[in-house]
């Protein structure tokens, strides 16, 4: 019974939040050097509805060819959550959020030197005190 706890994967629903952000909208706070970078994408992103941990709205753009950039921006303070996934192949791509969860699911490829996907890492993070704390680790064929 134990072994078969560790293999299961975490819910959205074992992380709830208090509530989902519904007040104005605050503005891109622009003291971090990536919303300077970043103001245009991020501005527009604030207009969206929070789709994690009930006031974040995720937000993703290219980087280049095969390159994915992701963050998360608050609609309560509009500031940027110090975590940021993706870049170029075998990057770590943001793949499940909630409004109602302080949960987030991420997968990255690993392919061998012909490119080859040969398996996913699935990671799971809970965002604890305005940070993204790893919680789980799994391994899965393609």
Known sequence: MAAQAENKSPKFTDYPVKSVYTGKT???DLSDPSAKMFRTRLSDALK???????????TMWGCGA????YSFISK????????????ESN???VV?????SRLLVT??????ENYNVESITVRYYVLENGKLKLIKTQKTKP
């Open 96 to 100: 499940a959020t909630n409004p109602k």
């Open 66 to 69: 095969d390159c994915r950039s």
């Open 48 to 58: 969206e509805k929070p789709d994690f941990a009930g006031e974040y709205v995720s």
């Open 76 to 87: 309560r303070t509009g500031k940027l959550l110090d975590a940021y996934f993706g870049g």
């Open 26 to 28: 605050a503005k891109l």
């Open 107 to 112: 997968e990255q490829e690993n392919k061998d």
């Open 91 to 93: 990057a770590e791509d």
